[in-house]
């Protein structure tokens, strides 16, 4: 009887760790809501010099990032695979640093930032990384604050426009 009642009492206490588990995994991976926000990317200069708002790309993937920090270089690959599909794409790849030291040698000064950490607070971002996909407009089309998994990349993806390249 003993025996029984401690093997009902571990029992329990595994269904309610396997609860607390898979909601965490539920926490960690449910994908980011679609926002009703809107991004002003006026007046945005690129390390060159070129105005971003003098275009209408298909698209705006807007990267918070920083050489130093250990989640941007954990995600770099999966950000890597959504930085090519959203140029190929036809879309403004931004990468928004905290200061020019921090600037990463997988973002390529043509579409690189160098603007205040008050433009990053403008679409939510307040750590690295952070990643925003909008529409031409600023409209915010998906979001990930914190490291990107491969699933995020996927549902990024998906919302990417179709290329009309020839």
């Not at 945005?44 to 971003?52: I, K, P, T, Y």
């Not at 920083?66 to 794409?89: G, I, Q, V």
């Not at 205040?116 to 089309?141: H, I, M, Q, Y």
Request: proline share 7%.
């Amino acid at each position: 009887m003993k025996n029984q009642r401690v093997w009902m009492v571990l029992t329990v206490v595994l269904l309610l760790a396997d609860c607390a588990a898979l909601a965490l995994l539920y926490a960690l991976n449910r994908p980011a809501p679609v926002s009703t926000r809107k991004i002003d990317s006026t007046n945005l200069v690129s390390l060159q010099g070129a105005r971003l708002d003098s275009q209408k790309p298909a698209c705006r993937l807007i990267h918070y990032t920083a050489k130093t920090c250990t989640f941007c270089a954990m995600e770099n690959s999966t950000w890597l695979e959504l930085k090519f599909d959203a140029l190929a794409a036809k879309c403004d790849v931004i990468s928004v640093v905290p200061n020019i030291a921090e600037l990463p040698s997988s973002s390529p000064p043509d579409t690189a930032l160098f603007v205040s950490t008050a433009f990053a607070k403008t679409f939510g971002a307040t750590r690295t990384p952070t990643t925003v996909l909008t529409d031409p407009e600023g409209n915010v089309l998906w979001e990930k604050d914190g490291m990107m998994s491969k699933s995020d990349k996927a549902t990024a993806s998906k919302l990417l426009p179709i290329s009309t390249k020839p």
